[in-house]
Every structure is written in C-alpha cells, then in structure tokens.
C-alpha cells in the first residue's frame, strides 16, 4: 500500500503532503496484533509488509488511511466540471490550464490542488490508458503528445481541477 500506487489508484483522494499513516489489518488487526514484521510505515512512502520478512507465514492483508491538513480535511475540496478543449487530431491532446482558465472564466480557481484526466469516451483513468504524458499535474493541467506515444497517437481526454471549496 504505497502512497505512489495508492495516488495512482484514488486520483486525487489523497493529499500532496500527508502528516500520518494508520494502518489496519482488513480484519480489523493493528501490525502489532497482527504479530507480521512490517518493512515500511510512513506518510512519505505508505505502507509495506513483505511475505519474505515473515518466519513461515505470509503477510496479513491491510488498507490503510493517511492524516491531511487543511483545505483537503474536512470536505474542502471542490471539483470542478470536466472539460474537454482538444481533441488529438493534431500534435496532441492540449487540456493546459492556463487556456482552460482563459476559455472559462471564473470556473477554475487560480491554484487548483488537484487535477484528475479521463478518457472523453469511456471515462477511463488517464493512468490505465498506457498513454505516456507530457503534463499531468494540478499546476500546469494535462497534456499528451503524439510524439512522446509509440504509436503516435494519443487518446482524447477530459480533465477536472479540485480547487479549495470557498473558491
Ligand atoms: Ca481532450
């Protein structure tokens, strides 16, 4: 349960700096009743517990939740709608934000803390497409370039921002 698999699986449920990690067995165990030797537990790497560290057992199943500071506790964040700009037919698919900004005003806050991209047809997560991407990050909003594909093309996305609620 590393915070860079779990990123990848919950776009944009997990704050960009956590403060804490708490840590389950799905049965409701601490590691500690639990008894397995846990490799890593942190709000910087997540959770790991490898079967080789255990004596003659394999590891307990757990899921775990981290601590988040302010906007993202306590429902501060707000999506956005998705927008879909561009389509690949060119050089790429181009969902930038500062043209999305320019092309709806007052619909995107200025600082967006989190951007999630879907496929525009079957609402596929970006990152289950095998796309490979120029932009992805809540700053600098979504690109995918045709060039950077092997097969030079790109699938057309739509993009949303998660911005603080009192935006
Ligand atoms: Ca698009």
């Given amino acids: 349960e590393t915070l860079e698999k779990l990123r990848r699986a919950y776009p944009g449920k997990i704050c960009p700096n956590a403060t804490g990690i708490e840590v389950q067995s799905v049965s409701g165990y601490s590691p500690r009743q639990t008894g397995d030797v846990i490799y890593k537990s942190d ?24 601590s988040c ?51 525009s047809d079957t609402n596929a997560p970006a990152y289950t497409t095998g796309d490979t991407f120029y932009r992805f990050s809540p700053s600098q909003g979504f690109v995918c370039r ?18 603080p609620c009192k935006y």
Avoid: M
């Fill in 43 to 66: 709000s910087v790497t997540g959770f790991i517990c490898r079967n080789q560290d255990q004596p003659g057992k394999t590891c307990n199943d757990y899921r775990v939740r981290f």
């Fill in 69 to 119: 500071h302010p906007p993202f506790c306590g429902g501060g964040v707000c999506w956005t709608e998705f927008f879909n700009r561009d389509d690949p037919s060119v050089t790429g698919d181009w969902e930038l934000l500062k043209l999305l900004q320019r092309e709806n005003p007052g619909k995107i806050c200025d600082h967006p803390l989190f951007i999630e991209a879907v496929t």
């Fill in 146 to 163: 045709r060039r950077d594909q092997r097969r030079r093309f790109c699938r057309d996305y739509k993009v949303r921002f998660g911005c």
